[in-house]
């Protein structure tokens, strides 16, 4: 599930909102681990895409 993942996010990056909602719904179906996972994930990613920073919040809760 967590490449799957990845695949989509990388696939709607285009627009923030439709990331933003995809790594919400990302955070329902993955696993703890998975989840530690892709915070390393998303800090690289927003690092080389910095219009998509708004998605940070998103796993900061």
């Known amino acids: 599930m ?3 993942t990845l695949t989509v996010l990388e696939k ?3 627009d923030t909102t ?3 909602n995809e ?3 990302a955070t ?3 696993l703890p681990h998975e989840l530690q996972e892709l915070r390393l994930w998303l800090n690289g990613y ?3 895409h910095p219009h998509l920073s708004p998605a ?3 796993l900061t809760n």
């Open 2 to 4: 967590y490449k799957y």
């Open 46 to 48: 927003v690092y080389k």
């Open 23 to 25: 790594l919400k719904k």
């Open 18 to 20: 439709l990331f933003v």
């Open 56 to 58: 940070r919040l998103v």
């Open 12 to 14: 709607v990056s285009f």
């Open 28 to 30: 329902e179906r993955l």
